[in-house]
């Protein structure tokens, strides 16, 4: 009975999780899209007055609400992941010992099998956990094709979460002259880049900088 409820629970979370992520993609979309102002974009133009080519209190709201989505998403995730590790357990104690004279081992093992397999497909995100603020001419970043503003979804194993800085940072360093798939957002787009980190005449061996959202 623990078990099932348990499922239950984690199967809504995961539909609650599934439905943030969609509404968090639209308003990336809106908000990156062309002469979008992006996800933290100035709201002012040079002169230090309101851009007239966009709805500001829109804006505002929407970046209001991505806020509090990605709140509530961390939130659930790690709610989600408890519950998996506990149904995980529960499993583990619940594994019909193998027969010793080979009988049935394969009913068993598939009953294992079907056991601790995902109770369903994670969804695939697209949120960037960080945007490039800065980047230099001639930088390995430039020349591999990256751009000012392209918001980041994942850095070859670094997506979102803790220490996202420093991650970024080992992440490039342990992979020096060799690419690392990137998946970022451009102007609302979702696309797939490959970066490679190595010395040039600048400071570091990507030449941009990374601004975690």
């Known amino acids: 009975m623990v078990a099932t ?3 239950a629970e984690t199967i809504s979370l995961m539909d609650m999780r599934a439905s943030m992520e969609t509404e968090m993609n639209a308003i990336i979309e809106s908000l990156c899209g062309p002469g979008g102002p992006g996800i933290s974009g100035n709201l002012v133009d040079s002169e230090g007055f309101p851009r007239v080519d966009i709805d ?3 804006v505002r709201s929407q970046r209001r609400r991505l806020s509090e989505l990605r709140n509530d998403h961390k ?3 790690e709610k989600i992941d408890k519950n998996l590790q506990v149904l995980h357990s529960l499993r583990l104690d619940k594994v019909t010992p193998l027969p010793l004279d ?3 081992i394969s009913a068993s093992v598939s009953e294992t099998i079907s056991q601790d397999s995902p109770m369903r497909e994670e969804p695939i995100t697209r949120i960037p ?3 490039i603020d800065e980047i230099a001419d001639d930088s390995p970043a430039a020349e ?3 751009q000012l503003s392209d918001e980041i979804v994942k850095f070859g194993n670094v997506e979102m979460g803790d220490n996202l800085q420093s991650r970024l940072m080992a992440e490039a360093q342990s992979n020096q ?3 690392v798939p ?3 957002v451009r102007q609302g787009s979702v696309m797939n880049l490959t970066v490679t980190p190595r010395p040039w005449h600048g400071r570091g061996i990507l030449g941009c900088h990374f601004r975690i959202l």
Request: charged residues 10%; glycine residues 12%; proline residues 8%.
């Open 177 to 179: 002259g060799n690419p």
């Open 182 to 184: 990137l998946v970022i």
């Open 56 to 58: 500001i209190p829109a």
């Open 102 to 104: 080979g009988s049935d």
């Open 5 to 7: 409820n348990l499922k």
């Open 129 to 131: 956990f960080a945007i």
């Open 75 to 77: 939130v659930i995730t």
């Open 144 to 146: 591999d094709g990256l």
